[in-house]
């Protein structure tokens, strides 16, 4: 009976392969998978400070072309945020065009004229993808995006498996999900860690103006910010990170502990958020679910349990070492190399040693 009607089916498909119906049925297929591959028109949100790019773009970018497709940046700012040398920048990597838009009110990336201006580019151009790093800003502005596209965003993708198929973490990173968006236009944030930065095309991206009437309303205003500025490397792409926990007791603990050995390493210094929290280290350090996510070659815990809040912010880390005098304590689970010991005997030897090579 089963040959019967494998022998059934394999006649009909004969008959139908030579008929006028199925070669258009072909060709139609054809076409349908030929245009999948060219209706991907990813627009890509450039981030940038005092005239240079955000690390996390270049990252973005190889994200963006695993879509296939065309991929246009878009630099917004105002015109004392050296806009020219941001599109000159981001040129020289693989997108097919610039878009530059410039304003006042787009000073200081505010989102609430942004986000309108990407919608209205979104609707004239026609774009099918909408993408940007998962910081700060991309936080900010993306969700903003989708709500006024009426499409539901997707956040801090890991993987692009196709154009409306995304991989992304949930539960703190504990569980991986594979998220397919039936929504005709795709916004998703991209996990910088997870894609290595694109190189330079060699090609030079043209450039051109954007029409300043798509920029939104001034609804909020830019007040002040205060930096932290550090000689160190930046923590969310260091290639080593030390990074110290409640642990150290106090603050002068950590500077006089975790920075030593951070500086012996050439580390970026990170902390927990018990550390942040009880003033040990700025905020901009914390690494975690709600801080920043890491992936040095290196990451060093000292005084730092492992609560899997934190872990969601180095699990893509290649290497984790720990010193806890907890035997117990649960960064041992992941720990390529662990040592138990009172973190204020070992980090100070560490870094002598280190300090020594
Ligand atoms: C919604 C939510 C989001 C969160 N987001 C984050 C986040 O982004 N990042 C984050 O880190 N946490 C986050 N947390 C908090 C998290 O749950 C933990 O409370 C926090 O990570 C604990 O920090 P810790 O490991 O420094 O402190 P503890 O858990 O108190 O651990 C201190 C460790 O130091 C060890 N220790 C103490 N003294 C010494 C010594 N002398 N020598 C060696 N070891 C010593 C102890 O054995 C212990 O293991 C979040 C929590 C929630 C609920």
Not at 206 to 217: D, F, L, N
Not at 251 to 256: H, L, R
């Amino acid at each position: 009976m089963a040959t019967r009607a494998g022998l059934r089916c394999s006649q009909t498909a004969l008959r139908l392969a030579r008929t006028p119906l199925q070669s258009h049925a072909i060709r139609s297929r054809a076409f349908s998978s030929s245009k999948a591959a060219e209706a991907a028109k990813t627009l890509l949100y450039i981030e940038h400070k005092e005239g240079k790019l955000n690390p996390g773009v270049y990252n973005a970018i190889t994200a963006a072309q695993k879509l296939g497709g065309e991929i246009t940046g878009l630099v917004a700012g105002a015109e004392a945020d050296s806009l020219d040398a941001v599109a000159q920048a981001a040129a020289k990597y693989p997108l097919s065009k610039i878009v530059v838009m410039s304003a006042d009110t787009l000073s200081h990336s505010l989102a609430e004229p942004l986000a309108p201006l990407i919608v209205a580019l979104v609707q004239k151009e026609g774009y099918t993808h909408v993408t940007t790093a998962h910081t700060a800003q991309g936080k900010n502005i993306f969700p903003r995006v989708a709500a006024l596209l009426d499409v539901a965003q997707i956040s801090d993708v890991m993987q692009v498996e196709s154009e409306d198929t995304f991989v992304r973490p949930i539960y703190a990173g504990n569980a991986i999900a594979t998220v397919k968006s039936s929504d005709k236009i795709k916004v998703f944030t991209i996990r910088t860690s997870s894609f290595d930065p694109a190189k330079e095309s060699g090609e030079g991206a043209s450039i051109e103006k954007g029409e300043s009437g798509q920029v939104g309303k001034a609804i909020a205003e830019w007040v002040s910010e205060s930096l932290t500025k550090s000689e160190r490397p930046d923590l969310g792409s260091a290639a080593r990170v030390v990074s110290g926990g409640r642990g150290v007791k106090n603050k002068e603990n950590f500077d006089s502990v975790i920075i030593p050995l951070a500086d012996a390493l050439g580390a970026a210094v990170g902390a927990s958020r018990a550390a942040v929290d009880s003033g040990y280290a700025d905020n901009s350090l914390q690494v975690g679910q709600t801080g920043k996510v890491v992936a040095p070659e290196l990451y060093v815990a000292v005084g730092i349990s492992g609560a899997i809040q934190h872990l969601a912010g180095i699990r893509d880390a290649k290497c984790i070492t720990a010193i806890n005098k907890d035997p117990e304590a649960p960064i041992f689970e992941v720990a390529d190399f662990g040592l138990v010991a009172d973190l204020f005997n070992a980090a100070p030897e560490l870094t002598k040693a280190v300090g020594k090579k």
